[in-house]
């Protein structure tokens, strides 16, 4: 939490208001401490911190009884204490509590809902009075210590009908926003399916006079990687020589590997769109000479040079949030990013493994292990059009098709990523695609902005509601 507001209940009282602490409003019966080897695929479902945090998240069940303390119904009040604090209305009917969660039952002079939002108006306070950095929690003790102040129960009801009115009109608002930004997504997918079927450049295509062949684009891709390919032999030779005539200190500088070869595209191409005439179907390996995993040595809260991860890559971009660090000048030198860098996510969850962001020097970085960087040759693609390219659903669907799913994640290694099927035209062409792409996904970036600044506005307007709602300002 980067700003706690702690809120304080001072002996000046809202009239008609009793001061009160947590620990008299409600009993809190903590869940039980399943075991692992207790979990079952079948019976009451068992509610882990996660489940309430995320309903897409898996259940564990089990057929046995156990105490009634441990039983939910819908509608109870519960609390997460540790991990994440949170007050949430359980809605999923009969099941089991796990532990670090709170069942909460209010006394009978106090409204389970009312209870609800004033846990949801406190958190940052209780946030503050917890312990621990990445498995927070709050004692018992200081939890049932809070001081809050409540209102006559026909009051308690009124209020909150005024603050479910009031948060029925905002989830709606907050809903349409939401689906604004899926029809986005979509739309965003309808650009990079048109762009890289060559549609938003044929009319371009069609007012030039000499554009090469398929078979001219081979000969172009062969001749630049060999090319390329002499011109990293000459600079180890170089390289060589000068270690050599320092007395061969360190290790000897390696030679440069030669690029993969993999089998022809033939039997993927029935599964593949149809390209233009001048377009042909190639692999990532014909457009770089390597591809390069990222560091793997532990980083810092702070130091000399950030590392990038893949929390850091954001919709084919880098985002400079929750930084670590590098301190050791090897790495460094080893890993630095120079600008044009096209990096891999190759572990994430299932659905976000494979996303790619574009490096673009603004400040300097290295990159962590999880990422790949595709040394691509400049003189066959684009850094941009390569970017949007594995950023577009033909190469995610791809992705899915080679990827390894292991427990909560999946990987795509190097090996799998140069072989990944490329729509290839030449580097006049990918440019022209990059920049009508960057057209039209610039204007839904700013939408985007736009609407993540409504969502925000709206969660100040909730925690506004709740405010006023127990300082006794929402209802006269």
């Given amino acids: 939490m980067s700003e706690v507001e702690t809120i304080e209940i001072t002996e000046e009282k809202i009239k008609g208001w009793e001061k009160y602490t947590l620990g008299e409003v409600a009993e809190y019966l903590n869940g039980r401490a399943f075991k692992p080897e207790e979990w079952e695929n079948k ?9 309430l945090n995320d309903p897409e998240a898996s259940y564990n069940y089990s057929t046995k009884d156990f105490k009634d303390r441990y039983l939910v119904q819908s509608g109870d009040l519960l609390f997460a204490w540790s991990a994440s604090l949170d007050a949430y209305i359980w809605k999923g009917g009969n099941a089991w509590l796990n532990q670090h969660i709170f069942k909460v039952v209010p006394r009978d002079f106090i409204d389970n809902r009312f209870l609800f939002h004033y846990l949801k108006r406190i958190i940052r306070d209780l946030y503050a009075k917890s312990h621990g ?10 939890f049932e210590n809070t001081e809050i ?14 603050i479910e009115e009031l948060f029925s009109d905002l989830d709606n608002g907050i809903q349409n926003l939401k689906k604004v930004k899926q029809q986005l997504e979509t739309y965003k997918q309808s650009v990079l399916k048109a762009a890289f079927e060559g549609k938003f450049t044929k009319q371009w295509r069609e007012q030039q006079e000499d554009l090469p062949t398929p078979e001219e684009l081979k000969r172009h891709i062969e001749k630049e990687q060999e090319e390329y390919r002499q011109k990293q032999l000459k600079e180890w030779e170089q390289e060589v020589d000068e270690w050599e005539e320092q007395g061969e200190p360190g290790k000897k500088p390696r030679k440069p590997m030669k690029g993969r070869t993999f ?6 191409l029935d599964s593949l769109p149809k390209l233009p005439n001048n377009w042909e179907w190639i692999r990532i390996s ?8 990222g560091t793997s040595q532990k980083s810092e809260d702070s130091g000399d040079m950030p590392v990038l991860r893949m929390g850091n890559m954001q ?6 949030d929750d930084l670590v660090y590098s301190n050791d000048p090897e790495e460094i030198e080893k890993y630095l990013l120079q600008p044009g860098d096209v990096l891999f996510n190759r572990t994430n969850s299932p659905e976000l493994v ?5 490096y673009k020097g603004k400040k300097k970085a290295i990159f962590a292990g999880y990422l790949i960087r595709l040394n691509q040759i400049n003189t066959i693609i684009d850094a941009r059009y390569l970017t ?7 190469a995610q669907n791809y992705g899915n098709k080679v990827k390894t799913d292991g427990v909560n994640q999946s990987n795509i290694n190097g090996t799998k990523l140069s072989g990944y099927p490329l729509p290839f035209t030449c580097l006049q062409e990918q440019k022209k695609v990059a920049d009508m792409i960057d057209s039209r996904l610039s204007i839904v970036d700013q939408t985007e902005k736009t609407i993540e600044q409504e969502l925000q506005k709206a969660k100040a307007l909730r925690q506004s509601i709740l405010k006023k709602a127990f300082e006794g300002k929402l209802i006269s």
């Fill in 149 to 162: 102040l409540v209102p006559p129960l026909k009051l308690q009801h009124r209020i909150v009908e005024k």
């Fill in 43 to 51: 019976g009451l479902p068992i509610i882990r911190i996660q489940n």
């Fill in 354 to 358: 494979g996303k790619t962001a574009l």
């Fill in 133 to 142: 950095s990445g498995m927070v929690h709050v004692t018992k003790k200081k």
């Fill in 263 to 268: 089998d022809p595209l033939d039997e993927e």
């Fill in 315 to 320: 919709d084919g971009k880098f985002v400079w």
């Fill in 286 to 293: 014909d457009t770089v000479s390597r591809v390069e995993y």
């Fill in 388 to 394: 949007y390219y594995l950023n577009s659903y033909e």
